[in-house]
């Protein structure tokens, strides 16, 4: 199984944009569907976006739709998480995570994960 590292996060103004990446190292990367998910204070885990193995199929949250962006690099064993026009609703701890098949947007369904990476949006 794929290891996985977050970094990117900050506190960012309202409005502005920060940029995700995940990294993966120890397993075969290119093999796996990319989740990222996110996790306010006292609520749950929700899916945000997810990329197929080959990039080919991609889905987003309806909450993030036309403001997030994930991409990855498959040579480079990394996923991006591209988020513009943030809003303080979208302050939270966010993880990614890989799984063999296709994006499900269930945290059941992936099998690694990373430790995550803080996003603080201020109004």
């Known amino acids: 199984q794929v290891q996985l590292q977050e970094s990117g996060g900050g506190l960012v103004q309202a409005g502005g944009s920060l940029r995700l990446s995940c990294a993966g190292s120890?397993?075969?990367?290119?093999?796996?569907?990319m989740g990222w998910f996110r996790q306010a204070p006292g609520k749950e885990r929700e899916f945000v976006a997810g990329?197929?193995?080959?990039?080919?199929?991609?889905s987003y949250a309806d909450s993030v739709k036309g403001r997030f962006t994930i991409s990855r690099t498959n040579a480079a064993h990394t996923v991006y998480l591209q988020m513009d026009s943030l809003k303080p609703e979208d302050t939270a701890v966010y993880y990614c995570a890989s799984r063999s098949g296709p994006i499900q947007t269930v945290t059941i369904a992936y099998i690694s994960w990373g430790q995550g990476t803080q996003v603080t949006v201020s109004a």
């Open positions: 990329i197929s193995w080959e990039g080919g199929s991609i």
């Open positions: 120890g397993g075969s990367f290119r093999d796996y569907t």
